[in-house]
Structures are given as structure tokens and as C-alpha cells.
């Protein structure tokens, strides 16, 4: 949040040329600017992160069984289907219709910091149902990647990138290999290849996740256990903030000269803070009610929603996405990048709001109780 608010003053002052310069003016690997090296290369390590969360849930944790998984999976679903919706109602006339994905992405990180910060007025029994939630939205927002903002693609890479995937996966599953340097050296080749198939090079760290060992070794944890706690901090602490920092250089003016900017700006902060808690409840609620899914226990549906209303922070993935939708403008992916900060900071304000007014109403009811009583 610190670095976003640096990035911003920078774009509003007379240093927005030399930031300009050092992140995207000037070529350090081959074509390579700064810019696209921490989006291309550091997303992906990000994504390996990422990758390996998804894997764990998916193994051990609240993804590994149908029963588990299926009240925040259907509650994911319903939070990318409905803003995706919206999206697309508001925009159906536009050219922004392939930046649906902007609107259908929840920032696992700010969620669960923002979740934190009201912790003492959240159900706590719902922060794994948040996790779980932003995970298999992560899951979905990475296949919108892939089959939505992928370029041409180019079949050799492709098919080297295959050959790769078929070695890790026989280091792995035959050889046994525990060691996680080989695995990050071959993920380095792997993600060239993806890089040069057209296919975005970010996925190459969801696929490399996807052959880091989960064996339990001889002090209990895994590779994949030990690679995740290592990538915690290096993502949480380096990745994200410079990713921030190289993609929030937003100019505060609102260009209403960009075609059917009305459209794109109200598709998103619709999308995000209205249909993203819409989608959420509503399919949990179905889905509870059809038996398909279980709410958590000591959960009740009014905690249910002020939790939906964190999935409005889209922030990091919807920023992303932005960059790769409307790379063709620089006005619109500044328009785009206003319209996410904005819904975000709703989506927090909202149920800042939504807190302080359950505490009031509660507060009231104990003071008329209180007061009904005579000694």
C-alpha cells in the first residue's frame, strides 16, 4: 500500500520521465526492460507461489476433498461469473469486452491483510474460506490468462515447453528427485519456452508448481512445503511491491476523451464491488440450499457477506490482467488501473461500513436491554 501511494506521487510529479526511463525506456536483457522483467519473469515466480498454494489446498487443505471444497469453490464461481456478467452487459457495444477479466480477480494478498486488519470484528472461522475463495479465483483468473490474453502462438516452443513438462514430471515420478535446485533450473528453461510459445510466461510458474515434490521428507515437510515458505517472503516482501511500484504509476485525470470510458470504468467498479459479494453470496446460498455445499460451521450468513465484500479488492491480478487486456492504450490501462484502485478502496470502505454498523445496531440492542431491566 506504501509503495502504491510512492508510485502514484511519482506519476503526479515531475519524476514521472525518469521513472518512465528506468522502467520502460530503457532495455536491460536483450528487449527486456525493467517493466517487462518484473511482469514477466517476477510474476512468474509469483505464480509459482501461488501454484504451490493451490497444490497444498488441493492435497491437504480445505481443496482436498469434495466436501471441503465445494462451499468455496461454488462461492469462486459465483464471484468471476457474476462481475463477468455485469462486465459484459455494460460493455456489450464496446471494444473492452476482452477485459473481462479485470473485473472477475480478487488480490489474495490485500484481501486476507485487509481481513487482518478487521479481524476483531470478523468471524474468524471464515479467513480459510477467504484464502480458499481467492485461491480457486486465482486458479480461474490464470486460465483467463491463457486462453483470453495469449498471443499468436508459436507450436515449436510450444512443443518444447511439452518436452520440459514430461521431463519434470519424469524427475519427479521416477527418479524421485527431492532436490528443489534442479527442479527451479529446468523451471528456467521451462519458462523461456512458454515465454517464446505465446502463451504467457506467468503460467509457467503454476506449471512448474505443479512437479515440485509434495513427499514428506525426514523432518516431515516437503519440497514443495519448504519452496513455499521461501517464496513467502520473497513475494509478499520484494515481488509484490515492485510489481506494484512498475504498474501503479497511475496519472490522477480521469481521460473521459478514451471511447466509451463511462462503460469500461462503470463495468469495473460494478463488476468488482457489486458483483463480486453478489456472486459470492448467491451461489453459496444456492448451493446450501440444493445440498450440494456445507456453510462453515459457527458461520452465519450475514458474516458470509461482510467477508463476500473483501472479494471486491482486485488490485494486483485485476491490474495485471489490465495491462495484458489494454496494452494497445496506455489511456485505457490508466483508466482501468483508476476504475480498480477505486473499487478497491469501495470494497474496503464498504465494509468498514457494514462493521461499524452491525457494532452500532448491536451495541444499541444491548443498551435497550439493558435498560429493561429493573433492579
Not at 27 to 36: K, R, T, V
Not at 109 to 116: E, K, L, S
Request: hydrophobic share 55%.
Amino acid at each position: 500500500m506504501v509503495v502504491t501511494a510512492i508510485s502514484i506521487l511519482i506519476a503526479n510529479s515531475p519524476m514521472k520521465p525518469f521513472y518512465d526511463e528506468v522502467f520502460h525506456h530503457r532495455s536491460i536483457i536483450s528487449d527486456f526492460n525493467l517493466h517487462m522483467i518484473i511482469n514477466d519473469f517476477f510474476m512468474a515466480i509469483f505464480f509459482l507461489y501461488v501454484g504451490l498454494e493451490i497444490k497444498k489446498e488441493m492435497i491437504e487443505g480445505t481443496l482436498s476433498s469434495f466436501k471441503k471444497a465445494s462451499f468455496p469453490v461454488i462461492a469462486s464461481l459465483g464471484g468471476v461469473i457474476v462481475p463477468a456478467i455485469i462486465f459484459m452487459i455494460i460493455n456489450r457495444n464496446t471494444q473492452y469486452l476482452p477485459g473481462v477479466g479485470v473485473a472477475i480477480s480478487t488480490d489474495i494478498a490485500f484481501a486476507i491483510g485487509i481481513f487482518m486488519i478487521f479481524k476483531s470484528r470478523l468471524n474468524q472461522n471464515l479467513k480459510i474460506f477467504l484464502l480458499s475463495l481467492a485461491v480457486v479465483d486465482d486458479l480461474i483468473s490464470i486460465l483467463a490468462i491463457v486462453f483470453l490474453y495469449s498471443a499468436k502462438l508459436n507450436l515449436s516452443a510450444l512443443l518444447i515447453s511439452g518436452v520440459i513438462i514430461l521431463l519434470l514430471a519424469g524427475i519427479n515420478k521416477i527418479l524421485k528427485v527431492d532436490n528443489v535446485y534442479i527442479y527451479l533450473f529446468v523451471g528456467l528453461f521451462l519458462w523461456y519456452f512458454v515465454y517464446c510459445s505465446g502463451v504467457h510466461s506467468t503460467i509457467s510458474g503454476v506449471l512448474l508448481a505443479a512437479f515440485i515434490p509434495s513427499r514428506k521428507l525426514g523432518d516431515g515437510k516437503s519440497t514443495a512445503d519448504k519452496l513455499e515458505h521461501k517464496l513467502e517472503s520473497i513475494c509478499n516482501l520484494i515481488i509484490l511491491p515492485l510489481f506494484a511500484f512498475a504498474n501503479t504509476s497511475i496519472a490522477i485525470k480521469f481521460n473521459l476523451n478514451v471511447k466509451d470510458a463511462y462503460n469500461l470504468i462503470m463495468g469495473i467498479m460494478c463488476g468488482l464491488v457489486i458483483g463480486k459479494p453478489l456472486g459470492v453470496v448467491s451461489f453459496s446460498f444456492i448451493a446450501t440450499k440444493l445440498h450440494i455445499a456445507e456453510k462453515p460451521k459457527n458461520a452465519s450468513w450475514i458474516s458470509i457477506v461482510e467477508v463476500a465484500l473483501l472479494t471486491g479488492i482486485g488490485f494486483t491480478m485485476s491490474i495485471f490482467v489490465a495491462e495484458l487486456a489494454f496494452s494497445y492504450s496506455e489511456d485505457v490501462v490508466n483508466l482501468a488501473k483508476l476504475s480498480i484502485l477505486a473499487a478497491s478502496m469501495t470494497s474496503i470502505i464498504l465494509t468498514e461500513r457494514v462493521l461499524s454498523l452491525k457494532h452500532t445496531m448491536i451495541g444499541t440492542k444491548i443498551k435497550r436491554f439493558i435498560g429493561s431491566i429493573h433492579l
